[in-house]
Antibody
Framework: EVQLVESGGGLVYPGGSLRLSCAAS????????MAWVRQAPGKGLEWVGR??????????DYAAPVKGRFTISRDDSKNTLYLQMNSLKIEDSALYYC?????????????????WGQGTLVTVSS | QTVVTQEPSFSVSPGGTVTLTCGLS?????????PSWYQQTPGQTPRTLIY???IRSSGVSDRFSGSMLGNKAALTITGAQADDECDYYC??????????FGGGTKLTVL
């Protein structure tokens, strides 16, 4: 069974930094493309960004609102995904979910965000 | 910046049929966008209903179906039940390689 356990959330001042972690188990982490998705209280889902497998140089992609401030990384030896958040803004306050970006079943069939952690809450406030 | 559009809210009678749509602020949704649909009840993580336009996820009732409707992706719920009342999100894969979620549709069954 896939398990994704996020940690590291908390209260931080605007302009501050925070590092989230996601411990993965129950699947082969190394080749998986991993992603972070967030959800502000009472709001919708927002894809934050992803990291490809280390075999693909661990290349990353980010949503426009976080590009240049957030960095996603991974440690395959620990089956752990990270999200380094810098220059935090009030609008970054959200529940941050770790998820498997997608499974590519065939060239025309892609299954995104099949498994989710329970999330870790980030609150940016003065 | 591309916005994925969904109806903010929709209402359906118990036993009725409702179709929710997922569009793009500029251009048309196609199957190459791999549109997928999620159901989220309050306090829960999202659950995959449909992926790659029409494929029902394992364990999902056949009351839920995905399709293309003109230039949008669509989620149709037939025989609406009280526990279908929750939020529904679509997500689209853009050619730039990023995923973009729609704003979600709050479905009311009454």
């Amino acid at each position: 069974e896939v398990q994704l356990v996020e940690s590291g959330g908390g209260l931080v001042y605007p302009g501050g930094s925070l590092r989230l972690s996601c411990a993965a188990s129950g699947f082969t982490f190394t080749p998986a493309w991993m992603a972070w998705v967030r959800q502000a209280p009472g709001k919708g889902l927002e894809w934050v960004g992803r990291i490809r497998s280390s075999a693909e140089a661990g290349a990353t992609d980010y949503a426009a609102p976080v590009k240049g401030r957030f960095t996603i990384s991974r440690d395959d030896s620990k089956n752990t995904l990270y999200l380094q958040m810098n220059s935090l803004k009030i609008e970054d306050s959200a529940l941050y979910y770790c998820t498997i970006d997608h499974y590519r079943i065939t060239t025309t069939v892609v299954k995104p965000f099949e498994s989710w952690g329970q999330g870790t809450l980030v609150t940016v406030s003065s | 910046q591309t916005v994925v559009t969904q109806e903010p809210s929709f209402s359906v009678s118990p036993g009725g049929t409702v179709t929710l749509t997922c569009g793009l602020s500029s251009g048309s949704v196609s199957t190459s966008h791999f549109p997928s649909w999620y159901q989220q009840t309050p306090g829960q993580t999202p659950r995959t209903l449909i992926y790659s336009t029409t494929i029902r996820s394992s364990g999902v009732s056949d009351r839920f179906s995905g399709s293309m409707l003109g230039n949008k992706a669509a989620l149709t719920i037939t025989g609406a039940q009280a526990d279908d009342e929750c939020d529904y999100y679509c997500v689209i894969y853009l050619s730039s390689g990023i995923w973009v979620f729609g704003g979600g549709t709050k479905l009311t069954v009454l």
